[in-house]
């Protein structure tokens, strides 16, 4: 009998619509955001050339998601909160690029299913771990869902962190102010499975979900850590 990490999903495609808007759309927001601010992108070499992984960021506002989607080196599938496609502008935006739409804190394992088979399809996807905008540079604590999409596809995590991406950027940009922002990626990760059952699964993945924030922390500047500040000795 196969375990829950073995299961292997359905193949997951992206239409022909979907992968035209995204070459096109692309080129289209890199330029608007060379145009309204000063960009700074470190650690493209860890981006792996292939295979599938999670690229797991801090989430301060809205701009994080068109930053990194404009200028990885491949586009990547999504998750997003579902609240997005109810919001005008937002929504249409996520249906045209073709995002996967998560309830925040719910277990919904059909949206999950998809996200596993686009990883086990061999494809990037992108999550933040913290569940949702955080609005301030501050990171909040990780839900464990990042951990669980490592432990059910076996792919490594690429940490992120942005700096700059907050809820008043784009009022600066457009006052003429030109604001920094920066992403900065870091190596992948390959954390253990989370073991045992139940309660005590949870907890193990909550720790490795804790881990990747860690990563992410240590890509950006102290203000922006929030709750992990003060990473533990014992952190790999």
Known sequence: MKSETQVKLPGYDVPFRIRLFRFLIRPVFRFIFYILCRVKITGLENVPRQGAYLIAINHISLYEAPFILSFWPMAPE?????????????????????????????????????????????????????????????????????????????????????????????????????????????????????????????????????????????LVPEEYRGVYRHVPVNTP
């Open 78 to 218: 999504v998750v997003g909160a579902v609240d997005i496609w109810s919001k005008p502008g937002q929504s249409t935006l996520a249906r045209l690029y073709g995002g996967i739409p998560l309830r925040r804190g719910e277990y919904d394992r059909k949206v999950l299913d998809i996200a596993i088979s686009a990883l086990q399809s061999g494809r990037p996807l992108l999550i933040a771990p913290e569940g949702g905008r955080s609005h301030t540079p501050g990171m909040r604590r990780a839900l464990p869902g990042v951990a669980f999409l490592m432990d059910m596809a076996q792919v490594p995590v690429i940490p992120v962190g942005f700096v700059g991406t907050t809820d008043d950027m784009m009022d600066k940009a457009l006052h003429a102010r030109k604001p920094y922002i920066e992403m900065h990626i870091g190596r992948p990760i390959q954390l253990i499975p989370a073991e045992g059952k139940g309660e005590a699964k949870r907890e193990a993945r909550q720790q490795n979900a804790d881990l990747v924030m860690y990563r992410i922390a240590d």
